[in-house]
């Protein structure tokens, strides 16, 4: 087997999603969806895998989807256009863990910033 040997950044984008019928039964249950390894995290990349998702679930009302993410501009951008129609919705854990990170990056403490 050929060995794959990557220098350079790399980002990862993770996709989960919920089964609404299997919500009756437990709340929260989530699966892991598709992921995505690219090098840039640019609309354009994000474009190509969104695009691909979308291609999948071209017989589903996109009014339906509800998609959480954190507040990145590109990744907002390229769901917007790939899912029109689509509820997006901030996720506060991502949101706070990047307040968090831009908090410790100015020199502020965490705990006393939140």
């Not at 996709?15 to 039964?25: G, P």
């Amino acid at each position: 087997m050929p060995e794959l040997v990557v220098s350079g950044s790399m980002y990862v984008t993770v996709s989960t999603y919920q089964n609404l019928e299997l919500n009756r039964y437990a709340t929260g249950t989530a699966f892991f969806g598709p992921m995505f390894i690219h090098r840039k995290s640019d609309a354009n990349t994000y474009i190509k895998f969104f695009l691909c998702l979308a291609s999948k679930l071209q017989d589903m009302d996109f009014h339906q989807l509800q998609l959480r993410l954190d507040d990145e501009y590109a990744m907002r951008k390229s769901l917007k256009f790939c899912f029109s129609g689509t509820s997006l919705l901030a996720c506060s854990h991502h949101l706070k863990t990047n307040a968090q990170h831009c908090a410790v990056e100015a020199g502020v403490t965490p705990a006393l910033a939140f």
